[in-house]
């Protein structure tokens, strides 16, 4: 899978790595701000109140 | 298939992570911030309503004005809608940049996810006779009763409004079922009685990541300092213990 990705990634080493890396930073982004918020209502639910 | 199974793996991990460590400084940095600009905002407020609050020297030899008195009467704020922010929320004890919004309602959705600090409708609100209640997360969305349970007797809890400054000073702890609505009575677990004090709870989950009991601190007050007076000692002498 990885592997193939590196294949089909054009330039030189060191371009393919930069886009790598920006595109882990994108990912990241993404399951900090919005999967794992989303994701931890079913994980961990939490009541903090008396009722 | 080996390397999806590793993705899948490390993503887990990331999650593990978030949940107890990345995900809190988002949020609580978050919170922070809006809090501080709310801040500076109520204090530009109130200079732009006075703008005698910092006299200059002049020639004419008046004498300076009275200092603000430091100390006042309470004014008691309306109870603020769903959601509605009417308040910041200071505790020197969880370090000099803790800082989170207080709203009205103690709903995830609209009060204590988004915003932080959640107030019991129809608990006192700050300042008034009686015990004005509030619940936040203890984990997770920055948790901002995280270190309820670090808190030492007499440490001071700050919150602001628009008009000033209102002081608590902690006083116990207490571990109670998530039933027992009788902490936020206004003489809290004494039924029936009229208050004739100023008191403050804050309910929270426990143990932390569970939902099988509630922690539940208590404050009493100790004063209410004007707009006019400036930052009460309380919140800008650092913690005392």
């Known amino acids: ?27 990241l982004y993404g399951l900090f701000f919005y999967v794992f918020p989303w994701a931890s209502e079913f994980i961990n639910p939490q009541e903090v109140t008396v009722e | ?10 993503v887990a991990l990331l999650y593990v992570a978030w949940q107890l460590w990345i995900g809190d400084l988002i949020f609580a940095a978050q919170k922070a911030a809006v809090a501080k600009s709310l801040s500076e905002e109520w204090a530009q407020e109130a200079a732009a309503v006075a703008p005698t609050a910092s006299p200059s020297p002049d020639a004419t030899g ?7 008195a430091v100390t006042a009467d309470p004014i008691v704020l309306p109870e603020a809608d769903d959601g509605q922010v009417f ?15 207080i709203a009205g309602g103690v709903t995830r959705e609209k009060t204590l996810d988004p915003i932080g600090v959640g107030h019991y409708p129809g608990t006192s609100m700050p300042g008034a006779v009686g015990n004005a209640a509030f619940a936040a ?105």
């Open chain 1, 1 to 27: 899978m990885y592997g193939a990705l590196w294949r089909v990634l054009p330039g030189p080493w060191w371009v393919r790595l930069l886009i790598l890396l920006v595109a882990v930073a994108l990912v």
């Open chain 2, 1 to 10: 298939m080996g390397e999806v199974l590793i993705t899948v793996g490390v």
């Open chain 2, 62 to 68: 008046t004498p300076a004005p009275e200092p603000a």
């Open chain 2, 87 to 101: 308040a910041n929320l200071y505790i020197p004890r969880f370090g000099p940049d803790y800082a989170v919004q």
């Open chain 2, 137 to 241: 997360h203890r984990t997770t969305y920055g948790k901002p009763f995280n270190r309820i349970a670090d808190l030492h007797v007499g440490d001071a809890i700050v919150i602001e409004t628009p008009e000033g400054w209102y002081t608590y000073r902690f006083r116990t702890l207490e571990y109670v079922t998530p039933e027992s609505v009788d902490v936020l009575l206004p003489v809290p677990q004494e039924d029936g009685v009229d208050a004739n004090g100023r008191y403050l709870t804050m309910t929270s989950c426990s143990p932390m990541f569970s939902m099988s009991e509630r922690i539940v601190g208590y404050s009493s007050f100790e004063s209410f300092t004007p707009r006019s007076a400036g930052p009460p000692a309380s919140l800008t002498g650092g913690v005392t213990s």
